[in-house]
């Protein structure tokens, strides 16, 4: 069992096993990444922020007093993080709906590369269908957002979405339901795979997505992307046996289960051992 696992590897960390530690970072990091990723919209961007909180978890594991699961602490963490850090470079153009909007007519009024091979098309496609829905989200401030990537996409609990968002159970029901009406509704109006009579569809974006510079095929950020999953053709062929207010959740959860660069492991075991930090000391300010 995953998380009574955890928690005994949080408790042998705790006493200065750093083994046990290096497991529970290999564990969670996957977690803290896939959140990131999502939250901030760009890769490079994820991994800083995702090894700023792997520090912040492991120097502040002390904090930890097992009211909740371990994962829950571990996403209050990373949450807290994620909703006071810096803005990134996605985050930096202040997307809105309707800005979206007019790019999604500006590039679906193009046609597919006819030149490019079956295989290309396919990671094309894949690339922009997930670049869109990153840029989507990015319509959303922070805590919508975050509540919806908790909430929608991971399936969290309101309880767990609550404790992590430091709000009542209600509170974050409320939240995620404003949250979910927006997307909703933006989707509704113009994504072809929530309603097939909308004029955008993803096929026709390859020609001048790649024109106006929103995707660069020879540095795809998503559709190459390490990942555990890679199970959104199921999901997309069954799109339409879902109901319409389904359509978009299993959409988003359709996106690869990303795996976080090897690069973080080896940082924690540099910060063990470089005695920069005093490490697993007693503090709660983080969360």
């Not at 408790?11 to 990131?36: C, F, H, M």
């Amino acid at each position: 069992m995953a998380e009574p696992l955890s928690e005994i590897l949080v408790e042998e960390a705790k006493e200065g096993d750093k083994k046990a530690l290096e497991a529970l970072i290999r564990r969670i990091q996957d977690l803290v990444y896939g959140l990131a990723i999502r939250m901030l919209g760009h890769p490079a961007d994820a991994e800083d922020a995702a090894q700023e909180i792997l520090v912040k978890i492991v120097t502040h594991l002390a904090g930890f007093r097992q009211e909740c699961a371990f994962t829950t602490w571990v996403y209050r963490v990373a949450s807290n993080h994620l909703l006071t850090t810096r803005k990134r470079r996605a985050e930096r153009r202040e997307l809105t709906f309707e800005q979206c909007e007019v790019e999604i007519n500006k590039i679906a009024s193009g046609r597919w590369l006819e030149s490019a091979s079956d295989a290309e098309q396919g990671l094309l496609m894949e690339e922009i269908r997930i670049r869109c829905m990153q840029s989507i989200l990015l319509c959303l401030d922070r805590e919508l957002r975050l509540t919806y990537i908790l909430g929608e996409i991971f399936e969290l609990t309101s309880d767990q979405g609550g404790y992590i968002l430091n709000i009542s159970p209600p509170a974050f029901r409320q939240r995620l339901s404003r949250a979910r009406k927006r997307i909703q509704t933006f989707m509704g109006n113009n994504c072809a795979l929530v309603k097939p009579h909308n004029a955008c569809h993803c096929a026709k974006w390859g020609y001048n997505a790649i024109k106006t510079g929103f995707i660069n095929p020879d540095r795809l950020l998503f559709a190459k992307h390490p990942a555990r999953i890679r199970n959104n053709t199921p999901a997309l062929i069954g799109l339409q046996e879902i109901d319409e207010l389904h359509r978009v959740a299993a959409l988003y959860r359709s996106h690869p289960d990303y795996t976080s660069p090897g690069v973080f492991l080896e940082s924690i075991k540099e910060l063990i051992n470089s005695r920069k930090y005093t490490l697993l000391r007693e503090q709660e300010s983080i969360i």
